[in-house]
Every structure is written in structure tokens, then in C-alpha cells.
């Protein structure tokens, strides 16, 4: 058998070396960042929506973060669409501003985006747009938005929805839907804040000069706006505003996921990243009471091939009838790197990540639930046998429920998943 060759080959996703940013201590990357109160717009909306320049702080890194610390930028959607923002209060108009002007318009607008331009309540803009109702905040896709929304082209493919508001105000959205407040104990809301925290910390470190920093979705973290937050993600945001995990000083990409099925997952299997303690696989011990602890999943032959071929595709690759599919690499801790897939015209080895991503995205999409799976041929098809839920790296959601059931507190949660780590406090 050959790799790279002939009919085999092999289809890796490499990912660049991880970004470390130090940003404490002599010699520090400054902090770029927004304070809440240099980003929001005066009572007399006289402030200009500078592209990056006047809301940002200076590069010397002497400001200090105000107590809610830097502005996140979340992206809501893109491409071409129509969505209508409304006042979240009855009787608010809604703020319109461009770099240089500003209109005040009756609620609801609506938003039309298409090539180069949009329309907003029947007006058009060629340029980037920022709204904010003139009190309270804004209904947007059954979401409650508290920061600024801004809309901004991108070239020929459309226009990308952005909210841009401080970390801590942000943070809610978030724990509120990756965790259940009413099941999980204190101790496991704070790890996720705090996790969550640190994942969206990066992120804005990495990206100092692009307004979208995270997505709204599992492709970074999901997010829920600012409305129905429970008082118990409240209070665990609040216990624990400005702390981040550091490792050796620096901020890390802390993953985070529902299940790990009993060992988790690195960072090196999954995301191709140069290994580091804080993402190491350890045990979990903790998370057999959850659903996808264990889970089978029988995928139809037509099914398999129309994912693997969707992936093979991209490489000039034709996928026959699928005969066989073995696991070609498989970490320690029990999780499949690559799929060898046999069929009719030859074969190939995919990424089980890649494969993941092509069966969510089919027209009935189909989830493959983790990446820690044997595989064995059924009538019609192929049956996966698997433990967990999600890519499996740093803490698992369902497992630290258990470590705070049992009396752990956060320390102790977030430094079983992620090693080597310390929690400070950076605002
Ligand atoms: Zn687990």
C-alpha cells in the first residue's frame, strides 16, 4: 500500500503551530484592546465608527482593561441575506451610522445584503454599518443583542453580521448555552466561564487587528445574546470576571467539549497542534452518566460515500462503492486520526475530522459523534461503534459536571483537563 500515491492518498489538514501570546510579565505582546467605555457611541452620536484606529487602545500597552475587559467581536452570519433588527423596547428608533453620518430610523429594520452593497429599510450603503437602538438592546434571529451590531462587506461574497461587545458581557451568552445551569453545580459553571473566557481571550489576542474574533456557533463557542441568562451563569461569570487560564504565562486555545467518553482527546490528534500539556489527553473518570458516553451510529453505504467523496473531491479524487473502512491511525487514547476507506476504484485515508465536518454538512446531515469509534461492516452499510461527544480536546462539559458533583472545586476541575495550567486574573 502506498501513500500519497496511485489511488492512495492521503488527505491531511494541517493546522499552522499554535499561537501562544504572552501578555503578562517583562516583554509582554501588548494587550490591543477596546475598553467597553472607548467603544461605545456618546448620547449625541457625534463619535465616528473608525475602522480600527479610534477605538482602539494605543500600542504601548500602559491603559488598563476597564473591569468587563476587551471587546469581543462575535460573527452572527455572512454571505448574502435579509434579516430585521428590532427594538428590544417599544418606541426605540434604531441608530444607523456610517463613518461619517448617522440616521435615526423607526423599528423594525430591515436589512437586505447583497454584492457590494446593502440595503437598509430601502436605503443603500456601500460601506460599513453599525446599529444600535437609542435605548436598550436589539431582537436580531430570536436573539437579544446587547453590544453593536455592524455589518461589513466582504468583497464579492456578501456581508458578514458581527456584535461586538466586552468580554464579560459576552461570556453569559455563552455559558448559558454550552452547559445546563439547572444540572451543573457551581463549581462546573465557573470552569466553563472561565474556559470560555480564556478560548475567547485568545482569540481576540490572535486576531488584534480583525473585528470578528469568534463565530456564534460550535466552530468557536456557542452563543445565545444577552436575554433569559439563568442567575446561576450570572453568578458564575461575576465569581470569576478577568480570570483566564495561562500556562507557562500564557493564554492558550482552551477546548473545551460535551464528552469525552473516558479519556479525552489532544490537541495534537484532533487539531494538529504542536503538543503542550494544557491539551494533553488525560483520563476523566467522570462522564459515564452522559448520553453519548457510548453511542453506535449505522451509516448506509450511499451515505459514507457521498461524505467521502465530498472531501475527495476537493482532490480530483472519484470514490466507488465503498467495500471496507478501517481505522489508519488511532492515538493511545483510542481516538481515530485517519479512516482507510476501501472501494471499487481504488482507495484512500480521510480525516476522520474532515469526514465529521462532510456528514454534518449533507443534505440530511448525520452526526458522527466523536472521532473515538471501530467501525465493522453491515448489511447495506457500515456500523460505528463509539464513546463521547465533540472533538474530545481539553475539558470535557459532561465530565466536569461530575468532578463538581463530587465536591471539586473549578481550580481543580480546570487543572485536571488542562495540565500544567494556573488561573489568573487579568482584569
Ligand atoms: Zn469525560
Redesign the pocket.
Known amino acids: 500500500m502506498r501513500r500519497f500515491a496511485g489511488c492512495l492518498v492521503r488527505i491531511r489538514f494541517f493546522v499552522a503551530v499554535i499561537l501562544l501570546l504572552t501578555i503578562l510579565g517583562s516583554g509582554a505582546t501588548p494587550l490591543q484592546a477596546e475598553t467597553e467605555a472607548a467603544a461605545k457611541l456618546g448620547p449625541n452620536g457625534s463619535e465616528k465608527l473608525g475602522p480600527n484606529g479610534s477605538e482602539k487602545l494605543g500600542p504601548n500597552g500602559s491603559e488598563k482593561l476597564g473591569p468587563n475587559g476587551p471587546m469581543v467581536g462575535i460573527e452572527l452570519g455572512s454571505g448574502l441575506w435579509q434579516k430585521t433588527f428590532a427594538s428590544e423596547i417599544k418606541g426605540s428608533r434604531i441608530r444607523v451610522q456610517t463613518f461619517a453620518k448617522q440616521w435615526l430610523l423607526p423599528s423594525p429594520v430591515i436589512l437586505r445584503a447583497y454584492k457590494g452593497s446593502i440595503l437598509v429599510s430601502g436605503r443603500s450603503f456601500d460601506e460599513p454599518i453599525r446599529l444600535q437602538a437609542e435605548e436598550g438592546a436589539l431582537d436580531y434571529d430570536g436573539l437579544t443583542l446587547e453590544g453593536n451590531i455592524e455589518c461589513w462587506p466582504e468583497d464579492s461574497l456578501g456581508w458578514t453580521i458581527l456584535e461586538r461587545l466586552p468580554m464579560e458581557r459576552y461570556l453569559p451568552g455563552v455559558v448559558a448555552k454550552e452547559v445546563s445551569a439547572s444540572s451543573f453545580a457551581p463549581a462546573a459553571l465557573r470552569a466553563q466561564a472561565i474556559a470560555a473566557r480564556t478560548y475567547a481571550l485568545y482569540h481576540t489576542l490572535i486576531r488584534p487587528d480583525q473585528r470578528r474574533h469568534v463565530y456564534a456557533t460550535t466552530r468557536s463557542q456557542v452563543y445565545g445574546g444577552s436575554k433569559d441568562i439563568p442567575i446561576e451563569v450570572k453568578e458564575a461569570v461575576e465569581a470569576t470576571r478577568g480570570q483566564v487560564l495561562m500556562t507557562d504565562g500564557q493564554v492558550f486555545e482552551s477546548f473545551f467539549h460535551s ?4 479519556v ?1 482527546c489532544s490537541g495534537e490528534t484532533y487539531f494538529n497542534l504542536t503538543p503542550m500539556a494544557a491539551l494533553s489527553s488525560v483520563n ?1 473518570g ?2 459515564h452518566k452522559a448520553k453519548y458516553y457510548r453511542w453506535q451510529l449505522q451509516l448506509p453505504e450511499a451515505v459514507l460515500r457521498d461524505a467521502v467523496s465530498r472531501v475527495a473531491s476537493r482532490y480530483g479524487i472519484e470514490v466507488g462503492k465503498i467495500r471496507k473502512v478501517t481505522p489508519a491511525e488511532v492515538s493511545k487514547s483510542g481516538f481515530v486520526s485517519y479512516l482507510e476507506v476501501r472501494h471499487d476504484k481504488g482507495s484512500l485515508e480521510i480525516s476522520t475530522r474532515q469526514l465529521r465536518g462532510s456528514l454534518s454538512s449533507l443534505e440530511t446531515p448525520v452526526r458522527l459523534r466523536s472521532t473515538a469509534f471501530d467501525v465493522i461492516a453491515v448489511e447495506g452499510g457500515f456500523l460505528f461503534r463509539g464513546r ?1 461527544y465533540g472533538h474530545g480536546v481539553g475539558m ?1 462539559q ?2 466536569a459536571k461530575g468532578h463538581a458533583a463530587n465536591g471539586k472545586d473549578h481550580d481543580e476541575i480546570l487543572r485536571h483537563y488542562y495540565r500544567d495550567t494556573e488561573i489568573r486574573k487579568l482584569w
Open positions: 464528552t469525552c467518553g473516558g479525552t476523566c467522570e462522564c463521547g470535557c459532561m465530565g
